[in-house]
């Protein structure tokens, strides 16, 4: 039996054993860097989410905050419904009302949890020289505006 053989014929063998070495490898970084993406996308998710219920958490402290720095001032009844926090029942039969309502200024399902927080705390800014991120009701505007850092959560880190 002739096997071929020869000089072009093991270079030809060398060449393919080489193609398919780096094929390999090129399969290997791919799938390494498939594996890096799907890792660096879960920690934006994770992130996103950690962000996400630290800002619902910012506006319920400012909701509890903005209600009973009104009730200091005897105001009954909150600017829009969602400046407070509400009982679940009493949510339920208002959002019913407003229903049936025409439409307010803005409606609160409008707004992402980052709008409202940024409106209360403007709000409470502005009416009760308060911020929530310092956790002080200061005296008056030059006082917050010298000693508070700024309107936002990141003006504080």
């Not at 029942?89 to 409008?110: L, M, T």
């Not at 005296?139 to 700024?150: A, M, Q």
């Amino acid at each position: 039996t002739s096997r071929k053989s020869g000089i072009g014929h093991e270079a030809l063998l060398k060449r393919k054993a080489e193609e398919k070495l780096e094929s390999y490898r090129r399969k290997i970084r791919m799938k390494n860097q498939a594996e890096e993406t799907a890792a660096e996308q879960f920690r934006m998710r994770l992130k996103t989410k950690q962000d996400e219920m630290k800002l619902e958490g910012d506006l319920r402290r400012s909701q509890r905050a903005c209600q009973q720095l009104d009730a200091q001032k005897n105001i009954q009844v909150p600017r829009e419904a969602w400046y407070w926090l509400r009982l679940e029942e009493e949510a339920e039969e208002e959002e019913e009302e407003e229903k049936e309502q025409d439409e307010d200024e803005y409606k609160s399902e409008d707004l992402s949890v980052l709008e409202k927080l940024q409106i209360l705390t403007s709000y409470l800014r502005q009416e009760h020289l308060y911020c929530i991120w310092c956790g002080t009701a200061y005296e008056d505007k030059e006082d917050l505006s010298s000693n508070c850092p700024g309107p936002t959560s990141a003006d504080h880190d």
